[in-house]
């Protein structure tokens, strides 16, 4: 490659930095997309279930081509401790055949058909090619050098590099502060390969739909995260992941020791426990994994975003630290946070210039957006799920034993049963189980502070 100069570099091909691509390209300026990997998609990992909105706002009724796995009709979330599973929540939303809230999807299949919408619309994709570092000239982003001869100019570099184990670009540039231990999960993702009628019957499912199950407690034994198992056409992504400082040692498997809320090993042993649950084996039963995967996601709220704009840059999506776990979403933030940059950039292409302050913009887009107020939102819930071990820990066998009294038929009366649960909730939780979960309340959003 020769020494280039662009409108806009875009680093990272994944839905942050298509979605940048595709609104600059859309509107005749210059771009570029520079992806490590063979192909988009090809580095990237996901559960994944991807949101129609925020794709619509980027490629239009295009979306009805996305390559998707399955719309997801029904969503599940279960507690589990090590001896049951309790279905806290089971939607079936008929509404979505129509109009679909979210797919399941794959993307390997989905990423480089979005990269081919963005050289539709005239940005070039330039796979295979590992962006080194920015080039900064008197305090300006002005470029980006590669593994490959020659560098890269432009008025606008867009970061979307993705967030990952190691120093990045921000972070050897300077532009971001290392990530912390309990600022991000690892999450780790098998694709196990399943005959679509087998996937429709056990997630009682219609042909073609599709279901999401997360679960909490014993999944995860307890630490603060949750596991996945999403339909997709003929696989099932099985996967899910806690705070990296929850990775400390210690025994693994509660049903050996019959006590949760201790050490996890590795994100695999922890994948391996919830694969053996005697509620999710029979889910799994003959399904063959074809791909094992991990990787990151940020956990930390607002607090924890670099600052979005400088001379001559932009960061957006997961590089900016823009998830919302509590909601499983990323993918769409990425895919917003990629869009008001691209029409930020534009505004910097029209005004002539491409100063801090102009790309300042970029950030009062995202502050007036749901995603700020999202983020805020949620600032709080991972550390109060990481400060309350109880809650993930504790709390669900104590639901659990409580039911477990209230179904069973053994002689005893009810009136005895009830005062029985009493004793166990004053005896295990009391008034502190009232406090943290009016807490917990609060803190996933459905109580105001
Ligand atoms: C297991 C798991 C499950 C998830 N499930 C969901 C879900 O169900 N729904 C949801 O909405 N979100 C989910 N997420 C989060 C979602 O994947 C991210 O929020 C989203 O992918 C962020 O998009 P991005 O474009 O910012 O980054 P990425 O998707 O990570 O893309 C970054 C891209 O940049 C490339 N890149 C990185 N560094 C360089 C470099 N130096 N030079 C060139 N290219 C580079 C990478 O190869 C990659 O293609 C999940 C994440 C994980 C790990």
New binding site residues.
């Given amino acids: 490659m020769q020494d280039e100069k662009f409108d806009a570099i875009v680093?990272?091909?994944?839905?942050?930095?298509?979605?940048a691509a595709i609104t600059m390209a859309k509107a005749g300026l210059n771009v570029v997309v520079?992806?490590?990997?063979e192909k988009?998609?090809?580095?990237?990992?996901?559960?994944?279930?991807?949101?129609r909105h925020n794709l619509e706002e980027v490629v239009g009724d295009a979306w009805k081509e996305a390559p998707v796995e399955r719309p997801m009709i029904e969503e599940q979330r279960w507690f589990m401790t090590d001896q049951a599973a309790l279905r806290l929540l089971g939607h079936k939303n008929f509404r979505h055949r129509e109009h679909p809230n979210?797919f399941s999807v794959l993307?390997a299949r989905f990423?480089p058909w979005f990269a081919a919408k963005a050289e539709e619309a005239g940005a070039f994709v330039i796979n295979e090619?590992?962006?080194?570092s920015l080039i900064v000239r008197d305090g300006r982003v002005v470029g980006v050098t590669?593994g490959r001869e020659g560098d890269l100019f432009a008025d606008a570099v867009v970061v979307?590099?993705?967030?990952?184990l190691g120093m990045?670009?921000l972070e050897r540039a300077g532009l971001k502060k290392p990530i912390r231990a309990n600022q991000a999960?690892i999450?780790?993702?098998e694709i196990m390969a399943l005959d679509p009628e087998k996937i429709e019957d056990r997630f009682n499912c219609e042909p073609g739909e599709g279901c999401?199950v997360e679960c909490y407690g014993d999944a995860t034994l307890g630490k603060s995260g949750f596991m996945?198992i999403?339909t997709n056409k003929d696989t099932l992504?099985v996967?899910?992941?806690v705070l990296v400082s929850d990775y400390n040692g210690g025994v693994v498997s509660s049903r050996d020791v019959g006590r949760v809320n201790h050490g996890i090993v590795s994100p695999n042993e922890m994948l391996e426990h919830f694969k053996n649950h005697p509620a999710i084996k029979p889910l799994l039963k003959g399904a063959e994994t074809v791909e094992y995967?991990?990787?990151?996601?940020?956990e930390a709220g607002y607090r924890a975003m670099p600052k979005l704009y400088g001379n001559g840059y932009l960061v957006?999506?997961?590089?900016?630290m823009?998830?919302n776990p509590v909601h499983?979403?990323?993918?769409?933030?990425?895919?917003a946070?990629?869009r008001m940059a691209g029409e930020t950039v534009i505004q910097a292409k029209e005004l002539g210039d491409f100063s801090e302050q102009t790309l300042s913009r970029y950030k009062g887009r995202i502050d007036n957006s749901w995603i700020a107020k999202d983020m805020r939102k949620y600032n709080d819930a991972v550390t109060l799920l990481e400060q309350n071990p109880d809650l993930l820990g504790k709390y669900p066998g104590l639901l659990d034993s409580a039911l477990d009294e209230f179904f069973r038929v053994d002689g005893v009366s009810k009136r005895d049963k009830q005062r029985k649960v009493l004793r166990m909730f004053r005896k295990e939780g009391g008034l502190g189980f009232l406090i943290d979960n009016v807490k917990a309340a609060i803190a996933l959003g459905f109580l105001p502070p």
Avoid: H, Q, W
């Avoid at 979307?160 to 990952?164: N, T």
């Avoid at 499983?328 to 895919?335: I, K, V």
């Fill in positions: 680093v990272g091909a994944g839905p942050a930095g298509i979605a520079l992806e490590k990997g988009p998609g090809s580095k990237n990992v996901m559960g994944g279930i991807l949101y979210s993307r990423d090619t590992v962006v080194e590669t979307c590099e993705g967030i990952g990045r670009l999960a999450a780790v993702k999401a996945f999403y992504s996967g899910g992941g995967v991990a990787k990151m996601i940020p957006c999506g997961d590089a900016a823009m998830a499983r979403e990323g993918s769409n933030l990425a895919m946070s990629g």
